[in-house]
């Protein structure tokens, strides 16, 4: 299964976008042996302000994939309970699956009733670049999870 991290805006460069790319291709370098990979981050950018126009350039890389949509008002999920829903859509024949992060004024609420689930990262608000690498090393911590590897500890 295929793991896409899409998101609005590109980052320049900086450790965010640094710790991104060490946990994506640490993920896709691990997961190969659970059928999970590669880990692949796609930015877009829209040429019109709002919601609207994001979920423009959004939605044609949701084309035939689960998405869970990072939502503050989602469901906040353990570490291990993540794992096993990856785990889950994996054995249950997905072939793509798409975490997708919206602007900075969130994502299209018809976007968002297009999506299978959402995904939060607990109440607060969190600046993009750091989402993007808590969701990049959440992905690498459930490859491991899956793995049996002691990286993460309960």
């Known amino acids: 299964m295929r793991v ?3 998101a609005v805006g590109r980052l320049a460069r ?3 976008t640094e710790l991104v790319k060490l946990y994506a291709d640490r993920a896709t370098a691990a ?3 659970l059928g999970l990979g590669p880990v692949e981050v796609i930015e877009v950018e829209s040429r019109k302000p709002g919601k609207l ?3 423009e350039v959004l939605r044609p890389h949701l084309k035939d994939a689960h998405v869970l949509a990072c939502d503050e008002h989602g469901r906040a999920r353990t570490s291990r309970d993540f794992a096993a829903e990856i785990a889950r859509l994996r054995d249950d024949g ?3 699956l798409v975490l ?4 900075a004024d969130g994502l299209d609420p018809q976007l968002m009733d297009e999506t299978q689930g959402r995904l ?3 109440p607060q608000t969190w600046p993009h670049a750091l989402v993007r690498a808590m969701l ?3 992905v690498y911590r459930a490859v491991t999870i899956l793995s049996g590897s002691p990286y993460h500890r309960d």
Do not use: D, K, N
């Not at 997708?100 to 602007?103: C, E, L, N, P, R």
């Open 94 to 96: 997905v072939r793509r």
């Open 100 to 103: 997708m992060i919206g602007g």
């Open 14 to 16: 900086s450790p965010e």
């Open 136 to 138: 990049a090393e959440q």
């Open 4 to 6: 896409t991290l899409l």
């Open 31 to 33: 997961g190969r042996v």
């Open 120 to 122: 939060a990262f607990g």
């Open 53 to 55: 126009a994001e979920a």
